[in-house]
């Protein structure tokens, strides 16, 4: 849409959808059926997660992984991009899956909760979910987000408030 800019050395995937003043610095990486909100600005170096959803005015620092919605001055998950996932054609299997692997990983209500990546291998050992490729590739985009180079993922909340 107008007045969105794509700087150097980005690599864009298809199906994007950059709405009115989306920002891009450079060497973004954005994967496929990206959407984001107007006037959307994403640092140097970020990578974008196939099917994800960028809120409007939020400025996005660190990586977003595959299947999630951001939003806020300093982008934090807000979720999955559910509508997105529904009309790409997802079915309820993995619909349902993602939300279960989702919850597991960053809406742990123990206070007491493991680290991240205890939460990971977690999800990862689950019979009913590691058998669901939209899981695995999910799992894999968060593991992504820390190798590297890479910015790692933008903040989330639990539902213990931290």
């Keep these: 849409m107008g007045a969105c800019h794509i700087a150097h050395d980005c690599k864009i995937g298809s199906n994007n959808i950059f709405a009115n003043n989306t920002l891009l610095a450079g060497h ?7 959407h984001t909100a107007g006037a959307t600005v994403i640092h140097q170096f970020c990578h974008l997660g196939s099917f994800s959803f960028l809120g ?3 400025v996005v620092s660190q ?3 595959k299947y999630m919605m951001v939003v806020g001055d300093r982008a934090e998950l807000r979720g999955l991009n559910l509508v997105g996932l529904a009309r790409r ?3 309820i ?3 349902r899956s993602l939300k279960t692997a989702y919850g597991k990983i960053f ?3 123990d206070t007491s909760a493991s680290s991240l990546e205890e939460r990971l291998a977690q999800v990862e050992q689950h019979e ?3 058998h669901i490729p ?3 590739a999910m799992l894999q985009s968060i593991r992504d987000c820390f190798a590297g180079d890479r910015r790692g993922i933008c903040k989330y909340r639990s539902w213990n408030g931290s």
Excluded at 28 to 34: C, F, G, Q, T
């Design 107 to 109: 809406m742990c209500a």
């Design 89 to 91: 054609g997802f079915n």
């Design 28 to 34: 973004v990486e954005v994967e496929d059926y990206v």
């Design 128 to 130: 009913g979910l590691i």
């Design 56 to 58: 409007g005015g939020s």
């Design 134 to 136: 939209a899981v695995r």
């Design 93 to 95: 299997e993995e619909i």
């Design 63 to 65: 990586d977003v992984p």
